[in-house]
């Protein structure tokens, strides 16, 4: 998915890297229901070779900025959803609304990603402060 005027970036920013391709697979994200359907974003993700004999990454992968999360199935609006609803009913009840609303997700999974919001702070995913920059 290339969308115009927002171009794909590396997930990390490493200075001397060059544009070498490693790599591409397909990518799947969850996103928000419409129309009350589940709806699956299929991405076609390159991997780059990093250069630099320095670092630790000999590659990466381009995210694309304000949708993708590094290591997340879900859509930065997806997630913030969940864990909305996750933070207001918690578990079952949580579920439920979740199901209604089409947001594929369980009363544990929603228990998990209030304890992961505990761990990490506010406005700061769970996952990019365990897995920061390798």
Same mark, same amino acid.
């Given at each position: 998915?290339? +969308?115009?005027g927002?171009? &794909?970036?590396? +997930?990390?920013?490493?200075?001397?890297? $060059?544009?070498?391709?490693?790599? #591409?697979? $397909?990518?799947?994200?969850?996103?928000?229901?419409?129309?009350? *359907? *589940?709806?699956?974003?299929?991405?076609?993700?390159? #991997?780059?070779f990093?250069?630099?004999?320095?670092? $630790?990454?000999?590659?990466? +992968?381009? *995210?694309?900025?304000?949708?993708?999360?590094?290591?997340?199935?879900?859509?930065?609006?997806?997630?913030?959803? #969940? $864990?909305?609803?996750? &933070?207001?009913?918690?578990?079952? =009840?949580g +579920? @439920?609304?979740?199901?209604?609303? =089409?947001?594929?997700?369980?009363k544990? =999974? &929603?228990? #998990?990603?209030?304890?992961?919001?505990?761990?990490?702070?506010?406005? *700061?995913?769970?996952?990019? @402060?365990?897995?920061?920059?390798?």
């Open positions: 998915m290339h +969308a115009a927002s171009p &794909l970036r590396p +997930a990390l920013a490493v200075a001397s890297a $060059e544009r070498r391709v490693h790599s #591409r697979y $397909e990518r799947r994200l969850s996103d928000t229901a419409i129309s009350n *359907q *589940q709806t699956v974003l299929h991405l076609r993700v390159r #991997r780059f990093c250069d630099d004999g320095g670092c $630790e990454k000999k590659t990466f +992968a381009e *995210q694309v900025p304000g949708l993708t999360f590094r290591h997340d199935r879900c859509t930065v609006l997806l997630r913030k959803v #969940r $864990e909305a609803i996750a &933070l207001a009913l918690g578990g079952r =009840a +579920a @439920r609304l979740a199901e209604v609303q =089409a947001i594929g997700i369980g544990d =999974a &929603l228990l #998990r990603l209030i304890s992961g919001l505990a761990r990490s702070g506010p406005g *700061q995913c769970a996952g990019a @402060r365990r897995r920061r920059f390798h």
